[in-house]
């Protein structure tokens, strides 16, 4: 089996199958954990993990699982053979990069109306193929349907895109928002509002 390592994290390394166009995410050991103990942990949060994506997969496009998660700590997914959003927007005209900031909202407004939680919803996350935005790691992802949670999902995009590409910000965050609330209007308000508090309390934790 032909395995390259395409990215390394402190929870996983992210392997490409290439001979079956298939991503292999394997959690890496720790050492200063018992070693039953570790593997038991491993297997939980892999399991949880592919669970998550095969719901958000149901809701968002998403690589789909190859293979039942947690039997060896490892999830087996479809590789998406598209472009890093992080490493691909900002050489986007403004239109389009308006254009993909509103889908995104749309989308992970359909996620969160579901009550998922990406967890780090960053552009990192998502791969570009043609004109469909996939998401992928939701190893930090869980359901909740507080309005806190999902506040903090937004907070984090608007980070990424504060971070990444400063250059056109405000005006995709807005592209994003008016995405965000086009699906239920009512319960996506509430999470937009619910921002508010989000960083006000992330700029009192800076001083």
Same mark, same amino acid.
């Given at each position: 089996?032909k395995?390259?390592?395409?990215? +390394?994290?402190?929870?996983?390394?992210? =392997? /490409?199958?290439?001979?079956?166009?298939?991503? #292999?995410?394997?959690?890496?050991p720790k050492?200063?954990?018992?070693?039953?103990?570790?593997? !038991?942990?491993?297997?939980?949060?892999?399991?949880?993990?592919? $669970?998550? /994506?095969?719901?958000?997969?149901?809701i968002?496009?998403c690589?789909?699982l &190859?293979?039942?998660p947690? +039997?060896e700590?490892?999830?087996?997914?479809?590789?998406?053979?598209?472009k890093? /959003?992080?490493?691909?927007?900002?050489?986007?005209?403004?239109?389009?990069q308006?254009?993909?900031?509103?889908?995104?909202g749309?989308?992970?407004?359909? *996620?969160?109306? !579901?009550n998922?939680?990406h967890?780090? &919803?960053?552009?990192?996350?998502?791969i &570009?193929?043609k004109? !469909?935005?996939?998401?992928?790691?939701?190893? *930090?992802? @869980? +359901?909740?349907?507080?309005?806190?949670?999902?506040? #903090?999902?937004?907070?984090?995009f608007?980070?990424?895109?504060?971070?990444?590409?400063?250059? =056109?910000h405000?005006? *995709?965050?807005?592209s994003? $928002?008016?995405? @965000? +609330?086009?699906?239920n209007?009512?319960?996506?308000?509430?999470?937009?509002?619910? *921002?508010?508090?989000?960083?006000?309390r992330?700029? @009192? $934790?800076?001083?």
């Amino acid at each position: 089996m032909k395995q390259k390592i395409i990215a +390394q994290g402190a929870e996983a390394i992210i =392997f /490409l199958d290439e001979e079956k166009n298939k991503i #292999v995410k394997d959690r890496i050991p720790k050492s200063y954990r018992i070693e039953k103990i570790d593997n !038991k942990i491993r297997k939980s949060r892999t399991k949880a993990e592919g $669970k998550l /994506l095969e719901k958000a997969g149901k809701i968002i496009s998403c690589p789909k699982l &190859l293979s039942d998660p947690g +039997q060896e700590r490892m999830i087996h997914m479809e590789f998406i053979n598209g472009k890093k /959003l992080s490493e691909h927007l900002n050489t986007l005209s403004k239109k389009e990069q308006i254009k993909i900031c509103e889908k995104i909202g749309r989308e992970i407004s359909e *996620l969160h109306e !579901k009550n998922i939680i990406h967890g780090d &919803l960053t552009t990192s996350n998502m791969i &570009l193929k043609k004109d !469909k935005i996939y998401f992928i790691d939701f190893g *930090l992802g @869980y +359901q909740n349907g507080k309005y806190e949670d999902k506040a #903090v999902d937004i907070h984090l995009f608007k980070q990424a895109l504060e971070a990444k590409h400063f250059k =056109f910000h405000k005006d *995709l965050f807005q592209s994003f $928002k008016s995405g @965000y +609330q086009k699906i239920n209007t009512t319960e996506s308000k509430k999470s937009i509002e619910r *921002l508010t508090a989000v960083e006000k309390r992330g700029r @009192y $934790k800076k001083h």
